[in-house]
């Protein structure tokens, strides 16, 4: 028995550690630990980037996401806090596309797709709930192709239908939008929306949808529609549009002459958005008669007074009337007076007196003149327009530059060119004033270059350097200083180390010749690693004579 604190080595181990087969038995292992070593180190040095896939995406589409990615045998990963699937760099668009194959991800919105798996026997009430959800759901869908808008909930209430018209009840949508970070919907936009909602939904008015922003800001709400000053936001972007394109105008002919960063135009526009009527009618003097136009005549006349003859017959009364004696060229009221008179005359004696009454009426035209008037919408009364131009920069004889104010004969052609240039109507009450001021050059503060270690994209690029620079220098260091000596400690022939019968070292070579060994021929020198090596013995022979004892007893029983 081994005495308490001996180490007992067991005689066969010993003797295959020591033999040539067990030596390269050993090496062998070593050899393949460390390239196996190395091989690792190479694999970490080429651990692929990864890039975001999917984010924003539910539970459900995660879960059919990743299932897809093992399926297809692809590497992913979780970013931090698990809001997207990360997978390698130069796989991304590949995995996206082959996703989308399969419909991944496909939302949280549900549309008539909820109609293709219908069961036999559900109830009207549960066709009618599953209908109203994939209206719903494609509404949502819809809204959500909108750039600003990241998703979109669709919330409808459906009354049910009556046969009595004062019972019917108008349907009406709630719709919540969750926008895109740092976007906002313009009122067209969301007028755009409330329109496509209303559109889809029978009976559905513009005025019953409501639209909500993530923040909880009312977008639909048709009293925001006017501003303060009662115009809406289409006619404050129509006076907006004018000015600009007014100041546009004259900045660019007048900055030909003093240069585009030397003047600077500001228009005040006034228009009218009133829609007006204006209806006239205008009466001339009264003409001449002969001027006139005659619209109708009314002549009426009447007699009074018996027709039938009277007196004694005799022969005057059977006697043709006598010649006249008138003139032909008498006027026509002198002659119907002759003749009266000889009528009057002739049947004085045998008819009665008789009374005739006549009444003419002329009605003229009236002249008169109407006048319709209908005034425009967006009509311009009056524009106001200031304009600043910087002092020319001349060169005195000693080559030095300095500002120096217009002249008035280039203020005055200025100020024409401006007058031209934007219309000016001095009827309309139109105003310019031109101010030649030298302009306060604000020095823009230096920003400091970024040095070249603190920008991002050379800080990536180094830690992939560094990340190849430290795999190659851990495969060198492995490769000289364990894996090169294996090697050579592996080729080397195997001697064995024995005592021969006078107590002298010897070696038996691989072909079985002994060699012997001397003292202070194989003495290495003072320094080398068996000399060390040789020291540490004698210094563990003096502190611990009892283990070296045990040492030299088991190599003695071994070589028996």
Do not use: C
């Amino acid at each position: 028995m081994a005495a308490e604190g001996e180490i007992v080595a067991t005689p066969g181990f010993a003797n295959f550690a020591t033999s040539s087969i067990g030596r390269k038995l050993f090496l062998m292992v070593g050899i393949a630990a460390v390239i196996a070593v190395m091989a690792g180190v190479w694999m970490w040095s080429q651990k692929p980037d990864y890039r975001v896939l999917f984010s924003n995406f539910s539970d459900k589409d995660g879960g059919s996401i990743v299932a897809a990615l093992e399926q297809m045998n692809v590497q992913y990963k979780y970013a931090e806090g698990g809001g997207a699937i990360l997978v390698p760099a130069d796989q991304v668009h590949d995995l996206r596309l082959k996703l989308a194959s399969q419909g991944l991800p496909k939302g949280g919105n549900v549309g008539f797709e909820l109609m293709e798996n219908q069961k036999l026997g559900t109830s009207q009430f549960l066709e009618q709930v599953n209908f109203q959800r994939a209206i719903e759901g494609e509404l949502a869908q819809t809204i959500e192709a909108v750039n600003a808008v990241q998703s979109a909930r669709v919330h409808l209430a459906l009354p049910k239908a009556s046969v009595f018209v004062r019972d019917q009840q108008k349907p009406t949508a709630s719709i919540l939008l969750n926008l895109q970070p740092g976007r906002a919907l313009d009122v067209g936009q969301v007028s755009a929306i409330v329109h496509l909602v209303a559109s889809s939904v029978p009976d559905l008015t513009p005025s019953n949808v409501t639209i909500v922003d993530q923040n909880g800001n009312l977008l639909s709400d048709s009293s925001t529609k006017l501003s303060t000053n009662g115009m809406d936001p289409n006619q404050l972007k129509y006076v907006q549009a004018l000015q600009d394109d007014v100041a546009k105008r004259i900045e660019s002919i007048v900055a030909p002459i003093v240069g585009a960063a030397n003047v600077h135009a500001e228009v005040t526009a006034d228009v009218d958005f009133s829609h007006s009527e204006q209806a006239a009618e205008s009466y001339k003097p009264n003409q001449t008669p002969d001027s006139a136009t005659v619209r109708s005549t009314q002549t009426s006349e009447s007699s009074n007074g018996s027709g039938n003859a009277s007196g004694i017959p005799g022969a005057a009364t059977n006697q043709p009337p006598a010649p006249a004696t008138a003139p032909i060229t008498a006027p026509p009221s002198a002659i119907a007076a002759a003749a009266a008179a000889a009528n009057t005359a002739a049947s004085s004696s045998t008819a009665a007196p008789a009374t005739t009454q006549k009444d003419a009426t002329i009605n003229y035209e009236v002249d008169k003149t109407i006048r319709y008037v209908q005034q425009p919408m967006g009509g311009l009364k009056r524009l106001s327009v200031a304009v600043v131009v910087n002092y020319k920069q001349t060169t005195d004889k000693a080559g030095k530059v300095k500002n120096v104010p217009l002249t008035s004969a280039e203020q005055a052609q200025i100020s024409d060119l401006v007058k031209e240039a934007m219309g000016y109507s001095q009827a309309r009450g139109d105003t310019l004033n031109i101010v030649n001021s030298q302009f306060l050059v604000n020095k823009e503060e230096a920003i400091p270059e970024t040095p070249i270690w603190k920008q991002p994209d050379n800080i990536n690029m180094a830690k992939e350097m560094g990340k190849y620079l430290l795999a190659f220098i851990a495969i060198l260091y492995l490769y000289k200083k364990v894996l090169k000596p294996l090697i050579e400690k592996f080729n080397e022939p195997a001697r064995r180390h024995h005592t021969n019968a006078q107590g002298e070292d010897m070696e038996d070579d691989e072909d079985g010749s002994e060699v012997h060994l001397s003292s202070a021929a194989h003495t290495p020198p003072p320094g080398s690693s068996y000399q060390s090596h040789l020291e540490n013995a004698k210094q563990m022979a003096k502190e611990n004579p009892k283990v070296v004892a045990s040492v030299v007893k088991v190599w003695v029983n071994g070589n028996e």
